[in-house]
């Protein structure tokens, strides 16, 4: 048995290779490292369990391809961390989930199979600003993918957690979170009338008035243009 400090040193090395493109990556895959990955993310040291996170997102951030073998095997032990008590490591994990459910409907879902919501949607509230913006990148990405994965949000209370983390928060954090509130609405009517009793509008004019950043500003038009698009009364 390898002492914990060099299994950690192997997960950085396989991590920096793994982090400049796919087919690096690929290569990492194919030595078949994703289960050792998985392993060690379940090691007692923290610091091992940092890395193992941070390298299995550099693996994913490429392509479905790559972030499969990830979620088939590891899904269950990645979102347990959720509500792990260590800010890094929560950072690493919010950022993984997001990398794998960014590429399809598919690996989305599954992450959905797998994840408490509840759990995901409270890191918006975390005191550590990554794992907030994180959280929300990764709440982006779920909820854009489809109209049963937005829903089973809403359920969750996602519409008015995701208004009070766009209403104190500013900057690229916030980008995610109105995007979010966009995406939700974009699906049906039911769901924009829950993002408007959410009282998102005053945050989104907020940010139209008040936010610098022109890229900021355009998101909140695209979310208002998606709550407003389906009747008279919304």
Known sequence: ???????????????????????????????????????????????????????????????EQ??????????????????YNDVQLKRNICLLLSNITKHSIDLADQVMNKLNPQKLLSCLKDNDK????????CICEIVNKSVNNASVMVNNGAAAIIVEFITNVKGDPRLY????????????????????????????KDALQNEPHQHIKAAACYALGHIGRHSAQH
């Open 1 to 63: 048995e390898f002492d914990p400090s060099v299994k950690e040193s192997a997960a950085w090395a396989l991590g920096y290779i793994a982090k400049h493109n796919a087919n690096l990556a690929h290569q990492v895959v194919e030595a078949r490292a994703v289960d050792s990955l998985i392993l060690c993310l379940q090691e007692p040291e923290i610091s091992l369990k940092r890395a193992s996170a941070q390298t299995l997102s550099y693996i994913c951030q490429h392509t």
């Open 66 to 83: 790559l972030a499969q073998p990830v979620a088939e095997n590891g899904l269950e032990t990645i979102t347990f961390y959720l509500s």
């Open 130 to 137: 990554i794992v907030k913006k994180n959280a929300a990148i």
């Open 177 to 204: 979170g109105i995007l979010s509130l966009g995406f939700i609405s974009a699906f049906k009517d039911d769901l924009a009338q829950a993002v408007i009793k959410a009282k998102a509008i005053a945050q989104l």
